[in-house]
């Protein structure tokens, strides 16, 4: 039961990361208000050039792979970042999705946990 639980979470979570990166590339959906601090902050990283595009293929390629039992593991930790990057986003720039951020954060560490014992050959002698 859990293992089914953790694939149906596992699938919607990569549903919504290849959802956010696919959006940054084909902007599908409207920009949400947010405040003028978080807007220029924004604005800054679509002009870096290149931040906005990394981010999108993260959230494409580590969606995908969140999905398959298999690759697991390896997409929790790249997507880590992202999700963390999420939730400072909405703790100092704009807290109206503060909820989403720490949901897809505790998702994403309930997924690093469940995968624990593949981390541990990285880290043992």
Do not use: C
Not at 16 to 33: A, D, R, V
């Amino acid at each position: 039961m859990k293992s089914k639980i953790l694939f149906i979470v596992s699938l919607l979570f990569g549903l919504m990361m290849i959802n956010g990166g696919l959006n940054k590339f084909l902007h599908y959906m409207p920009m949400p208000e947010m405040p003028e601090a978080a807007t220029k902050l924004m604005i800054a990283f679509v002009e870096s050039g290149w931040i906005m595009s990394l981010i999108a293929i993260v959230e494409i390629v580590a969606g995908i792979l969140i999905i398959i039992p298999k690759t697991r593991a390896l997409a929790a930790i790249m997507i880590f970042p992202i999700t963390i990057g999420i939730v400072f986003f909405h703790i100092f720039q704009d807290s109206s999705g503060m909820i989403i951020g720490f949901v897809l954060l505790l998702i994403n560490l309930w997924i690093i946990f469940e995968n624990k014992e593949k981390y541990m050959l990285m880290i043992s002698e």
